[in-house]
């Protein structure tokens, strides 16, 4: 059983910056998967970004550029950097995980392939 808490979400303005947080508990983090997921109201939950287990990187169009995803394994954390934030990323942001012994993502963008997710934390963007 792995459990997932996310923090770091918060309100700012268009033009700022957010680092959001994932932690894990249980299990052998170094042999996840973890993406990054967000749903605004009224739409589908969409992916944002992933990282191997092996650290290789995964974003969506909307995210090059702007986000980063990092990991650090010592501490069981995967971090979604997000810098020059606008209203249209406001969102409940997902942290989500799949277990393997394989290097790289097959599909990084399929909600269905994760086993766990975490609670979400809110990122509101004003203009």
């Known amino acids: 059983q792995v459990q997932l808490v996310e923090s770091g979400g918060g309100l700012v303005q268009a033009g700022d910056s957010l680092r959001l947080s994932c932690v894990a508990s249980g299990g052998q983090f170094s042999r996840y998967n973890i993406g990054w997921f967000r749903q605004a109201p009224g739409k589908e939950r969409e992916f944002v970004s992933a990282?191997?287990?092996?650290?290789?990187?995964y974003y969506a169009d909307s995210a090059k550029g702007r986000f980063t995803i990092s990991r650090d394994n010592a501490k069981k954390t995967v971090f979604l950097q997000m810098n020059d934030l606008k209203p249209e990323d406001t969102a409940v942001y997902y942290c989500a995980s799949k277990h393997t012994i394989v290097t790289g993502f097959l599909r990084p963008a399929s909600a269905n392939d994760y086993d766990y997710w975490g609670q979400g934390t809110q990122v509101t963007v004003s203009s």
């Open positions: 990282i191997s287990r092996t650290s290789e990187t």
